[in-house]
């Protein structure tokens, strides 16, 4: 599955690790709610990358949403899950984004 640009994937990943104050790739900051979802067992971006994402644009602005047992392709390996957040999100977008949630895959 990760075959194609392997090396270059790696040296990306080896970059991001390394490299964890990257202060000139920063997103700007937001002024409307923005959805997260991620995958508790994603090895390309790991867990932590999203909540370092959710401080940074604000935990009143971003919205952090995690799928137990799900790595980074979230949106084939639980679709469904990421099918409700996202309708959830865009039904409720005004109320104020709390910590993270999860959903198990069980």
Known sequence: MYTPNRKEREELLDYLLTNKDHSAHRPRR???????????????FPLEFGQMLQRYLGANKARLEVIERAGHAVNLES??????????????????CQEANYINLA
Request: glycine share 4%; charged share 20%; aromatic share 10%.
């Open 30 to 44: 937001i002024s409307q709610e923005a959805l997260l979802v991620w995958g508790e067992s994603d090895k390309i």
């Open 79 to 96: 679709a469904s899950s990421l099918n409700s957040f996202i309708k959830t999100f865009l039904l409720h977008s005004d109320s104020p």
